[in-house]
């Protein structure tokens, strides 16, 4: 085999706005991402089954609720705090506004027009090749 294998990871993609799902399924086939929709209503039961998540793309008005994506991102955290949770703003791109408690839910923010700045902190959070020593140690033995 000489072709080179392409490392690709599943995101779970909540975002209601459909103005937006070009630009974030560009995205995702851009940089190696298998983007998951989900209802609303499913969105834990699809956490708690399907282990190999590489992230979460949520919006912060998810669910048509202003505080939706901050609400949402809590419980996500609470069941699943390793999933880096990348949060789409409306029109901020960053996380200065926002309380430090929640601020450290959130891995990175961006809107739908700064979504290419997201390609950085895809490949730190996502496709990382830095290895904790404990995780090496584990595989080791």
Do not use: W
């Not at 209503?41 to 399907?50: A, G, I, K, Q, T």
């Not at 505080?67 to 200065?96: C, M, S, W, Y």
Request: one cysteine or more; charged letters at 25%.
């Amino acid at each position: 085999m000489t072709e080179q294998t392409k490392i690709v990871s599943k995101v779970l993609v909540l975002d209601g706005d459909t103005a937006c799902f070009d630009s974030i399924k560009t995205f995702c086939d851009s940089n190696g991402l298998v983007g998951l929709k989900v209802q609303p209503d499913n969105v834990m039961s699809v956490l708690r089954s399907n282990l190999d998540l590489g992230a979460i793309l949520l919006s912060e008005t998810y669910a048509g609720n202003e505080q939706g994506g901050t609400v949402l991102a809590r419980k996500i955290h609470a069941v699943r705090p390793e999933l880096p949770i990348f949060l789409r703003r409306e029109v901020l791109e960053n996380l200065d506004d926002m309380p430090s408690r929640d601020r450290l839910l959130y891995s990175a923010a961006y809107t739908i027009g700064t979504i290419s700045k997201l390609q950085s902190v895809i490949e730190e959070f996502i496709f990382s090749r830095s290895y904790p020593n404990a995780l090496i140690r584990g595989i080791t033995e």
